[in-house]
């Protein structure tokens, strides 16, 4: 790619109206704010470096989504060491069905879900809470979070399903009746 000042200020006048778009939609397949930021980074910068081979009689939207959903491939087939694994097919329905609801629906609905979970949220126990805030925002894993808890690394894996499986239902909830907490 060149760095013709033209093209440096098109692509950026493009990406500029959906980036919080492509971040939404980024962050509700990863969970993870640094997680998201860093895939649409790969993502840009590969947009960027075949920017030149744009076709600009398309919706530049729809390349970009193009970029991302291979970047979230890429992010999930480079975490599949961790103790959870998703097969390549659930991460490929998962990113198109986020694709599907979040070009249908746009940032509102992301916000709803944004809202339903941090709602959802206040409603677990303080333990839960911590547990997810331990496993999702510190980062911790595995043994390392069972040794710090001096629990074992099922029981750990039990709670996390169990919270998972109780904050989906509760953003479901919420989200279909339109509820804003």
């Known amino acids: 790619m060149s760095n013709d000042p033209s093209q440096v200020d098109e692509f950026a006048s493009r990406l500029a109206p959906i980036h919080s778009q492509l971040l939404g939609y980024v962050y509700a397949v990863v969970h993870n704010f640094d997680d998201a930021r860093d895939v649409l980074q790969?993502?840009?910068l590969a947009a960027w470096e075949k920017f030149d081979q744009f076709d600009r009689s398309q919706s530049f939207s729809a390349w970009m989504y193009g970029f991302v959903r291979y970047e979230l491939l890429a992010y999930h087939r480079d975490r599949a060491r961790s103790r959870v694994k998703f097969s390549d097919e659930l991460v490929q329905k998962l990113?198109?069905?986020q694709h599907?609801?979040?070009?249908?629906?746009g940032e509102d609905r992301l916000t709803?879900?944004?809202?339903?979970l941090q709602h959802c949220k206040q409603q677990l126990t303080a333990a839960d809470r911590q547990l997810l805030e331990a496993f999702y925002e510190q980062g911790c894993r595995g043994r390392?979070?069972?040794r710090r808890l001096h629990r074992s690394a099922q029981s750990i894996s039990n709670s996390l399903a169990r919270i998972r499986k109780t904050l989906f239902t509760c953003i479901q909830s919420q989200v279909a009746r339109g509820e804003r907490p």
């Open 144 to 146: 390392e979070l069972a």
């Open 95 to 97: 990113v198109r069905t």
């Open 100 to 105: 599907r609801d979040h070009r249908c629906a």
């Open 112 to 116: 709803d879900y944004l809202e339903a």
């Open 42 to 44: 790969q993502a840009n």
